[in-house]
């Protein structure tokens, strides 16, 4: 009897600091060092092969995690990236400077499911894979193809593929009516990342949110191929 209640006790004491929050295991799988970022959560240099495990509060919502290329820090201390970069710090506090592959997701939603999608809104830099590590059916997004070297020259830039909202900011691209249709670029995304976000005309049918149960943790692999 006592020593069950000790049990208990010991367990709602292990139990409690991770009941708040939904680990997320951040992989670098490509050759070159990248800087991802994380809203909320910061940012750190992740050498090839390093794993960044950032614990997310559990009712988080409108977060994202992204990587950043090519980063130096000048004489004073300002993190310059060619993609991704959030005002020159290590520890995003904003979004990324197009373009990067966005990881999106809002935690313990209505009937306590997480969200998650992977999105091409902000353009493609490091392809990425968002998996459930346990405790879901759902296979998870990803962008693993290298949109970058097929990407058309009206939206390359070094280092990544604009989204061409971003290049030409009209309601063809950005569809801000919601029902823009379709177009060669998104064609274009949508024939490298079938499974990505890209525009919201193309979310009828195939929607590419995806969920979990709350409580979900997941493994956010860049470079997964
Ligand atoms: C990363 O790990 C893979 C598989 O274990 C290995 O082949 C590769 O050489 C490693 N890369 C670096 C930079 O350590
Ligand atoms: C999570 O966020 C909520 C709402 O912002 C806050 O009240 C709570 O203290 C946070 N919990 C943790 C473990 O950070
Ligand atoms: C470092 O970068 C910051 C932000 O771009 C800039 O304001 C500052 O002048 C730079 N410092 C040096 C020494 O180049
Ligand atoms: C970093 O910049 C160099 C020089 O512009 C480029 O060759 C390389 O591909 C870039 N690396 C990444 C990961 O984008």
Known sequence: MASSTTLSLLLLLLLL???????????NHCPYTIWPAAIPGGGRQLNPNQ???LPINSTTTGSRIW???????????????????????LQCQTSGKPPNTL???????????????????DG????????????????????????????????????GCNHPCTVFNNEEYCCFSGNCGTNDYFRFFKSLC??????????TGQASTLTCPSGTQYRVVFCPN
């Open 17 to 27: 600091p991770f009941s708040h929050s939904t680990t997320f295991t951040i992989i």
């Open 51 to 53: 794993t960044w495990t």
């Open 67 to 89: 990587a950043r290329t090519n980063c130096t820090f000048n004489n004073s201390g300002h993190l310059h990236c060619q993609t991704g970069d959030c005002d020159n710090l």
């Open 103 to 121: 990881v999106e997701f809002a935690l313990n939603q209505f009937n306590h499911q997480d969200l998650f999608d992977v999105s091409l809104i």
């Open 124 to 159: 493609f830099n490091v392809p990425v894979e968002f998996t459930p590590v346990k405790g879901c059916a759902s296979s998870g997004a990803r962008c693993a193809a290298d949109v970058t070297a097929q990407c058309p020259a009206v939206l390359r830039v070094p280092g």
């Open 194 to 203: 079938p499974g990505a976000y890209i525009s919201p005309s193309l979310e």
